[in-house]
């Protein structure tokens, strides 16, 4: 074995914990080279005792270095430094994660990051959660703990009704409804309902998860371009395709909300032929600042073809793993027949906390506040963005948690986010949301005819954050 | 609309809540064909003001009759009675749920129910879980509402891993364990591992929901045979299988112990070709009462060919929506890089009160109450049935949750159920876990060659209810 690489000083008064020293040390060490792919690392057991530290507080550490990508576990072998390339690629997949906070040191990362999936924690209700939680365990006997509907249990699905109905206007059964353990959960199911090989149209750029998850099952996927209103239903139809993954009230990541001739354009396409189906996501139409929300697109649709799929992952927490899925009465009927084994992902008791937290208003009220801050937080970045407006145009303004910058002088994306990098500032090029652009395919092309787009989320940041991440923007960009 | 067919008379005086004598009410009405398919009930708001009870109430009876298929509810149109005998097959694919938990009152059934699937909540440490709970929910802060590792939260894994290593002999790193919100998600996960269009075999009889679940991935499958050793590797073999679905320490529904002879045979078997995996599902492991367990099949494999899958709804409660994969490192690999994405589906919280319950020794302990207490019931259970055995011979006893009882004189499952249920005593025959005879295929000549068998769980049972349901059986069957 060669000479050990680990030369750390731990220092038991620096605030951090010996397990974070040592995992911090070891990142740094491989983010900067020191240590290289492959390299072998020594035992727990070793480090433990040449650290004068509880072997498991090596072990916590390595575990987390393991988790994050930076080491790799081989059994009977022991641990290696693993390939950082595809961690930086694993990074930037986390990052289209629609619903992630920021955790400190989670991956390798630049000081202020305008991450359009973070959102923000602080005012989340603690003391409320946990009240509602202990009384529901003070009341919770057997029936808690016994297995639910697998639908989801009927009281919650009622509430979700009720909300969808109030909020977005879906109109629904609490029969129609399917509560699950996250979106893609619930797209799984999806699968064995609709079945295979079904021709899904996604917008262009889109959310890659679902893009992801599509390819998973196969799917041959047609992306259909998008104009100022939204999905070309023109191009839709041509696709040939039986399904269509959109985003009406607030595409992801451009921001357009799709207005209702374009609407309903998207409802008589589904309904030209049978089996045809729309899937709308309305991820985050909880957060609207200026204007009223259109209601939702199943909200207009008459005939049983738009499938309605919502979260509470990103109005309340991302723990929170409940979604829930309102489906038309035709694939309901095959669902019961054909899917209706595949037992609940939630529990009850977390059903019922959130049913109380739902139907008691403190989720209304919690959301009265976020829209209230991150209103604050828009504001704010709006006005800190004016003097880039001589060189970049703003849209995807006025709802959501992020806006769009498009460059008006013919720079590229890449050289935008590397200079905003050289700056400690982590922005997101548009083309990365564009599957062919992903790919390499076409990525020339398409870049010289589309003018650079760039991404800034506000939610996770803090308003001197954005204050000084706009700051420095302005000192590289323009 | 016809006369009013709704003559509840409520008596506020009978212990049960308003809801719940409307709700038995229509549901014995439905029962007994007073109400038949397709009938409409008066709506919500009629019954509620000629009850004179609160719109709430009745709301509440409709929609649990709609949740368990009783009643319909068609949009804008009103409640309807349901299809009633629809309901009685959806009832039996429920029993075939290996972790229900008994329900007063939730599918027409008989009086002494001697299901494979129920277990005993009666010991459950709800102070000591309610108790983790809330100190868990004393120290969180954001970190634990935020979303976690796709694969689960390395401590959960850590503690998972060290749980199977010292009680299966289960072979694993923490790496190459995926947390998951019950076993039907994780099967759906395998198979976007896994691949399309894999030939499976699986046992016959067998886990009724894995079938569909298999069925509906569209894989072949294959019903392989059992000798008084398990699964036939020879017919395996002949099937020309890639995956085989098995349960070797305790198949089900026989309860087979698979000898380490045969384990050797299919560990071959899956050596003998690349891309051959066993999915090994080791679901009630935790129960035995009398000699040592083997160790899981994983524990043999030294070629990375077993799928190791658990879960804690049986021993620890239904309602804990997690199970665990193990995955040999090849399809880790493929995980990550085709399915790393698909986020977790068990909240950070509920991973972590369950860590806790696991380190901190309650799980142990907890086990140990149980095996006692379901041991008291088995023993029981042979003790009251030792007159029946000039007519029957009794398998898989000494562990899990149910023996088997086979007949010695040529009776028909059929008439054997049938006669204990004019008993008010529900048993189940073999039959319904032969694929092929649920499918009424083959079904005449195999059950001409196979000897009636009846189940007989008893987890979910008091001791009384055990000894009178005998009692009953005795006076029917002898």
Chains 1, 2 share one sequence.
Not at 278 to 298: A, M
Not at 325 to 350: A, H, K, Q, W
Not at 415 to 444: H, P, T
Request: glycine letters at 8%; hydrophobic letters at 35%.
């Amino acid at each position: 074995m060669r000479e050990l690489p680990i030369h750390i000083e731990l220092e038991p008064r620096s605030g951090k914990t010996l397990y974070e020293q040592i995992y911090e040390y070891i990142r740094e060490e491989i983010r900067q080279g020191n240590l290289l792919q492959d390299e072998r690392l020594p035992s727990a057991r070793f480090l433990s005792e040449y650290l004068q530290v509880s072997r498991t507080t090596v072990d916590m550490a390595y575990g987390q270095l393991v988790a994050e990508g930076y080491l790799v576990a081989r059994p009977k072998r022991g641990y290696f430094v693993g390939d950082v390339r595809e961690l930086y690629n694993t990074g930037m997949a986390d990052q289209q994660d629609r619903t992630e906070t920021l955790q400190k040191g989670k991956s390798p990362g630049l000081r202020y990051d305008f991450s359009p999936n973070a959102i923000d924690m602080s005012q989340f209700p603690y003391a409320t959660w946990k009240k509602i939680t202990k009384n529901i365990l003070v009341d919770a006997r057997s029936h808690m703990f016994a297995l639910g509907e697998p639908q989801g249990d009927m009281e919650l699905r009622r509430t979700i009704c009720r909300y969808l109905h109030g909020s977005r206007g879906v109109n629904c059964d609490p029969e129609q409804i399917i509560v699950g353990a996250g979106n893609d959960f619930l797209l799984l199911l999806l699968e064995k309902i609709l079945g295979r090989h079904i021709h899904v149209a996604m917008e262009n750029p889109t959310y890659i998860r679902a893009y992801k998850i599509f390819r998973s099952f196969a799917y041959p996927i047609s992306l259909i371009p998008l104009d100022d209103r939204g999905i070309r239903v023109d191009r839709l139809e041509e696709s040939g395709a039986k399904l269509a993954y959109v985003m009406p009230s607030r595409q992801y990541p451009t921001g357009i909300s799709m207005p209702i001739g374009r609407r309903m354009e998207l409802l008589r396409w589904a309904q030209g032929e049978r089996e045809r189906y729309l899937i709308e996501d309305d991820y985050d139409s909880e957060f609207r600042y200026k204007g009223k929300p259109l209601p939702s697109l199943q909200a207009s649709d008459r005939m049983g073809r738009v499938i309605y799929i919502g979260t509470f992952s990103k109005a309340i927490a991302p723990a929170i793993r409940v979604s829930y899925m309102v489906l038309p009465y035709p694939l309901l009927e095959r669902y019961r027949r054909e899917c209706g084994f595949f037992s609940s992902t939630v529990s009850r008791i977390d059903q019922t906390i959130l049913n109380e937290f739902i139907s008691e208003g403190y989720f209304e009220r919690y959301l009265n506040k976020m829209r209230k801050l991150y209103r604050t937080k828009h504001d704010l970045l709006l006005g800190e963005l004016r003097e880039l407006l001589q060189f970049f145009s703003v849209s995807g303004e006025n709802a959501g948690l992020h806006v769009v910058l498009t460059d008006k002088r013919g720079r590229s994306e890449a050289a935008l986010e590397q200079a905003a990098a050289d700056a400690d500032v982590k922005v997101y090029g548009m083309g990365s949301f564009y599957m062919e652009e992903r790919a390499g395919q076409g990525a020339e092309s398409r870049m010289k005819s589309r003018p650079a787009t760039m991404i800034l989320g506000y939610g996770g940041l803090a308003p001197e954050q954005i204050t000084e991440g706009i700051e420095r923007l302005k000192g590289c960009w323009m």
